[in-house]
């Protein structure tokens, strides 16, 4: 990316050699994530160090292609093979399987494969990676390594149980993602927002009770008793959309006891007026949910395979594009620019049309050059 908000250039860059405990992916599907539009749009200009902007292109899964020295299981100890499809955490992280040789990130530089918007990857050997179960299909996967982590853990952080009620704000990825989990783990009332019908429609099949469109209830007070009168007050706010507006209207929504869990405002810079008062009146609190740990990955494997038939996780991804494709791919995806549409976006390295079953994950390939950004 030369220049915020300017086109993606595709540069070839020489696959380097995978470090010991490390491996090299072939990139199978990579979703364009609501961090990477904010990141593209120059909302995070002021911290270009920031984790926001150092992970553009983030989102997505591999096919194993070569393997570092004395790399032979993932992090759950289970053999590891070229070919497997692997879900990799999105950043390096302590849990990993050796020490750190390599966390760098300068474009252009070694090891070049940084970014999931590219035909491959560089797995450094202190970054988890977990198989995939075969019976996984591909297109529920390019979601698991942020949207589906990050919304099941700002779920954990809000302290989920039996029977909790919970207002959603946002129905993309994450927002679909809470709204099945949190059913799953005993909430008795699941109320999402959204202001594209849509959308509302795809969380009802995610197992949504109430969806309220804030295009029709314009007043967030209104919205506020709306809730209120529904439930009496809820114990979960989740804020996923990125609106600072939000905080004051989701306390407001909140039983006494209840927390209000902020995911989508990871940039600096916006502020809101807001009474803390409201939080000693009934005993609620704010946290913040950033990103996930690595060992939920698994979890959320295994939540799948129980659930993948009954719920529409693949509709999550509502448009594909070919790798070559990225600027119209993150313009169609900018809710700025096309709002109604587009659920999230990913895009397909051109590699995966010409695999043959035969031939898994460019063992050949795997040794020439592929494209990055
Ligand atoms: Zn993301």
């Known amino acids: 990316m030369p220049g915020y908000g300017e086109p993606i250039e595709i540069r070839d860059y020489q696959v380097p050699d995978p470090e010991p405990g490390g491996m090299i992916l072939e990139i199978q599907q990579a979703a364009i994530c609501g961090s990477d539009l904010h990141v593209w749009r120059g909302d995070t200009a002021n911290e270009p160090e920031s984790a926001a902007a150092l992970g553009f292109g983030h989102e997505g899964f591999g096919r194993v292609c070569r393997l570092g020295e004395g790399t032979t299981t993932d992090n759950a100890g289970r053999p590891l093979r070229i070919g497997d499809r692997v879900i990799h955490h999105v950043l390096p992280a302590p849990l990993g399987r050796l020490p750190n040789l390599s966390s760098r990130r300068v474009y252009g530089e070694w090891p070049y494969f940084f970014s999931t918007f590219a035909d491959y990857f560089y797995v450094s050997a202190n970054r ?3 198989r995939v179960p075969d019976e996984l299909p591909d297109d529920i996967l390019p979601s698991v390594n942020c949207a589906m982590g990050a919304a099941i853990n700002a779920l954990l ?3 989920v149980a039996f029977g909790s009620r919970i ?6 990825g994450l927002g679909l993602t809470a709204t099945a989990a949190a059913k799953a783990m005993g909430a008795t009332t699941v109320i999402v927002t959204d202001r594209i019908e849509s959308r509302l429609q795809l969380a009802q099949q995610f197992g949504a009770d109430h969806v309220v469109n804030v295009g029709e209830i314009m007043a967030p007070e209104d919205r506020v008793t709306a809730i209120r009168d529904l439930t009496g007050g809820v114990d979960i706010v989740l804020e ?12 407001a929504m909140l039983a006494p006891g209840g927390t209000f869990v902020e995911v989508g405002l990871f940039f600096t810079g916006t502020s809101v007026a807001f009474d803390p008062s409201t939080l000693l009146r009934g005993n609620k609190k704010i946290v913040g949910s950033p990103g996930y740990p690595p060992d939920l990955i698994p979890k959320i494997l295994d939540f799948l395979i129980r659930s993948h038939r009954a719920i ?5 991804i509502s448009h594909r594009f070919g790798l070559e494709q ?7 995806a900018d809710w700025n620019q096309s709002r109604p549409a587009v659920t999230r976006a990913v895009l397909i390295p051109q590699h995966r049309a010409t695999q043959s079953a ?6 050949e390939e ?3 050059h592929g494209r990055r950004l």
């Open 128 to 130: 988890a990676v977990f």
């Open 157 to 159: 952080r809000g302290g």
């Open 167 to 172: 207002v959603i704000f946002g129905a993309g």
């Open 240 to 251: 996923l959309v990125g609106l600072a507006s939000l905080l004051p209207e989701g306390v």
């Open 312 to 316: 529409p996780f693949d509709r999550i």
């Open 326 to 332: 990225i600027n119209e791919a993150l313009k169609s």
């Open 358 to 363: 035969e031939s898994p994950a460019g063992t």
């Open 366 to 368: 795997g040794r020439g």
